[in-house]
C-alpha cells in the first residue's frame, strides 16, 4: 500500500469512539412517526450494532406503527435525524464527549501511517455531525466510510468501504490489513464476515461477555499507547489472544 502502508483502521462510532445516546433516534423517529417522545419504545434487542433505519423501522412497529407505515416513514426519518443532529450540536457537544484516548489513538495512528475511517449504522448525516462536533474528524477519512445510509444491512457495509477504498486509493483493499475496533457483539460478527480483524472496547459491555464473542482482542479503554500497540500487532502477526 501507497497510502496507509501500515494498514486500515475502521472505526465504529456510537459506544467506541463517543457514548452510545438514543435521544436523537428517538426525537428524529417521534418526527417521522408523528408520535409523542414518550410514546418512542425500542425493541429489547437490534438497536445497538444495528443500521439507524432498521432500528428505526422495529421501532416504529414497537411504538404501535403498522409495518407498512412504518417502511413508509424511512424518507421522513431521514430527513428527521439530520435536522435533529443539526439543531442538537450544542447539546450533543455537552451530552456525548468522546471516550478518553479516542482524539489520541485517532492521532496517533494517523502518525503512523493508518489509514482510518468509520463503519457505523449512522446515516452519514448523523454521524458526520457527531464526528466532527466531537472533534474526532481530522484524520478519519469519510471519503471511504460505510454508513447505515448506504445499506440497511450492517452486514453489507464492509463491502462498501473496500469498494471506496480502491476508488480512492487505487488498489484493492487487502483484508488481512484491516481492523474494525467497536464495542458490540454485532461489530465483531461483521467484521469477522468481512475478513476483518477485530478489536473490541469494553465501554458497554463487560470483558468476559466480549471474550465470548471471539474478537481477536479486547481492551479496557481507548489508552492510545495500548490501542496503537494492538493494532500494529494484530496486522503484523495475524491475531493474538483475546486480552489487552
Known sequence: MNHGSAGLVIWDVDGTLIPADLRWLTRAIARAYGIAESEVVFPDKKVHGYTDESIAIDTAIASGVDASAAEAGIPAFRQAIAAVMQEGRQELAEVQPPYPGAAASIAELHG????????TGNLRSAAEVKLHVSGLDEFLDLRIGGFGSDARDRFQLPAVVARRYSAIYGHQLDSARVIVIGDAPNDIA????????????????????LISYEPDLVLDSLDPTTVVAAVSSLLSSGGSPATC
Open 112 to 119: 503512523r501511517g493508518f489509514v482510518q475511517t468509520v463503519l
Open 190 to 209: 461483521c467484521a469477522r464476515h468481512a475478513g476483518f480483524r477485530v478489536a473490541v472496547v469494553a465501554h458497554r459491555i463487560g470483558r468476559q461477555e
